[in-house]
T-cell receptor
Framework: DGGITQSPKYLFRKEGQNVTLSCEQN?????MYWYRQDPGQGLRLIYY???????QKGDIAEGYSVSREKKESFPLTVTSAQKNPTAFYLC?????????????FGEGSWLTVV | AQKVTQAQTEISVVEKEDVTLDCVYE???????LFWYKQPPSGELVFLIR??????QNEISGRYSWNFQKSTSSFNFTITASQVVDSAVYFC?????????????FGTGTRLQVFP
């Protein structure tokens, strides 16, 4: 099946540890994104990548890092520098680089820091 | 600055009622795109509709309809004869017509609860 796959669905992390969230898409989409969602709030952009080996900071990039070594993969690392990492993380992608193309989302990953 | 406002935090209706979810946006661009997404309890955001700023035609898809009015900067979403399966959080989003800042600006969402 074609789509955007995020793993793990649920993740618990101890304070001070880095954790990496996986995002894979087999839609041949060019651009990929990471959004963060907090309860009762909209989504906020962490990072995005329009082409392989290139990515840009979004609105809340501090404490996060990404890589884009392959077109289909865009992992997000939540570092210990992220002060409040407990949230729902959504990966997304879209075809082409045109600004108005539809962005499609994965099922999300819940991260809880304990 | 771009902004999307969904003033209705939560709406509760009884099945078969019609319900309208409001969305008001702000942008300085003449070219922009508007979207609606549905987020069921499972968490995934499901794409519902995309509209560009040059197309003000209203659209109907089954029980769903959208009213785009540039004069009031609104892009409202109506569900006719609501069903329990419509219960979800609905997000309105705005995208600039720019390759430089390639992102969606989301509203805070409206939680719709449909009771049987």
């Amino acid at each position: 099946d074609g789509g955007i796959t995020q793993s793990p669905k649920y993740l618990f992390r101890k304070e001070g540890q880095n954790v990496t969230l996986s995002c894979e898409q087999n839609l041949n989409h060019d651009a990929m994104y990471w959004y963060r969602q907090d309860p009762g709030q909209g989504l906020r952009l962490i990072y995005y990548s329009q082409i392989v080996n290139d990515f840009q900071k979004g609105d809340i990039a501090e404490g996060y890092s990404v890589s884009r070594e392959k077109k289909e993969s865009f992992p997000l690392t939540v570092t210990s520098a992220q002060k409040n990492p407990t949230a729902f993380y959504l990966c997304a992608s879209k075809f082409g680089r045109a600004p108005g193309n539809t962005i499609y989302f994965g099922e999300g990953s819940w991260l809880t820091v304990v | 600055a771009q902004k999307v406002t969904q003033a209705q935090t939560e709406i509760s209706v009884v099945e078969k009622e019609d319900v309208t979810l409001d969305c008001v946006y702000e942008t300085r661009d003449t070219t922009y795109y508007l979207f609606w997404y549905k987020q069921p309890p499972s968490g995934e955001l499901v794409f519902l509709i995309r509209r560009n700023s040059f197309d003000e035609q209203n659209e109907i898809s089954g029980r769903y309809s959208w009213n785009f009015q540039k004069s009031t900067s609104s892009f409202n979403f109506t569900i006719t004869a609501s069903q329990v399966v419509d219960s979800a959080v609905y997000f309105c989003a705005l995208s600039e017509g720019s390759r430089v800042t390639d992102k969606l600006i989301f509203g805070t969402g409206t939680r719709l609860q449909v009771f049987p």
